[in-house]
């Protein structure tokens, strides 16, 4: 198991398969894909194909990916958070998404500084964006509190023109000036 990154309550590591139903009790769930684009998994095939084919080879081809989140008190998978590097917008992302019950309790704030720090001081970022649609309120509401700023309201590109995203970004001096680096 490999550990990236560890918080007061939870640790980030990478997925395995022995995530499985973890993976699939989250992205089945309706309330946690409701704002994502995601389509809803079916089956724990479904789950394995996303851990197998994009995980994994997020992994292998960029050294980092979305993330297994651990809450400790429960060594339990709650969702993941993590970076995702966008090819056709040669951008990295941050984005998170946890159990309903786990909602409203820091853990996408806490997991997300943490992320940051990662993609700054060790795989040397020089930007990291976020992107929301814009009635997701908590994503929108973490991806400001952790310091990104807003500088765009636009459609995802080879997407359905008429659904527009919130888009957030924040530079590698921001994050220093932001965090006292």
Known sequence: MSIFLETDRLILREFELDDLEAVYNFASDVEVQKYTGDTILNNLTEAKDIIVNTWFTDYKKYGYGRWAVVYKTEDKVIG??????????????????????????????????????????????????????????????????????????????GEDENEKYNWYKIDRKRYLDLYDR
Do not use: H
């Not at 909602?103 to 992320?115: D, L």
């Open 80 to 157: 993941f958070a993590g970076l995702k590097y966008l090819p056709e917008l040669n951008e990295t992302d941050i984005g998170f998404r946890f159990l309903p019950e786990y909602w409203g309790i820091g853990i996408a704030t806490e997991a997300s500084k943490e992320i940051m720090k990662y993609g700054f001081e060790i795989l040397k970022l020089n930007r990291i964006i976020g992107i929301a649609m814009p009635e997701n309120n908590a994503s929108n509401k973490v991806l400001k509190k952790i310091g990104l700023i807003f500088y765009k309201f636009d459609m995802y590109e």
